[in-house]
């Protein structure tokens, strides 16, 4: 089940591809500068979370109006989010939950989706920046997204 609102959300220390090389995504690195969507999805490569990125990356300035940044949470290795990225032009970051810590953690953990293995389901969690969680939604399938209009309604109401 994932973390429900209210909940202190945990911390945690992931690799992303950069154009710099292999860096680090921590949550604890914006406590107390802006609040943190994090969008937790099953696999790179795939229709729903092409359509899913893509959409997030073309309206990232309406994410930052609203002083969040938003990061991409898969268990893909980071090599294969990042050429998923270069190839579908997704610029949010993209960071690898490769060892699916992050994902058991937040409670969005599906184990062996569709007989590949285990994966994250799709969510969308809010963190504001104490590092609480003020927004909780993991959606009914894998093939659902999250309520986008939702997530910015409250991201709006922690300005």
Known sequence: ?????GTQAPDFTLKSKQTDGIVDIRLADYAGKSNVVLLFFPLAFTGVCTAEM???????GGYSALNAVVIGISVDSPFAQAAWAAQEKITIPLASDLNKDTAFAYGTLLENLGGFGSASARAAFVIDKAGIIQYAEQTPTPKDLP?????????????
């Not at 893509?54 to 990232?60: I, N, R």
């Not at 939702?150 to 300005?159: N, P, T, Y």
Request: glycine content about 4%; charged content about 20%; proline content about 0%.
């Open 54 to 60: 893509c959409e997030v990356s073309a309206g990232l």
């Open 147 to 159: 309520n986008f209009e939702a997530v910015k309604a409250k991201l709006a109401e922690l300005q």
């Open 1 to 5: 089940m994932a973390l429900t609102v």
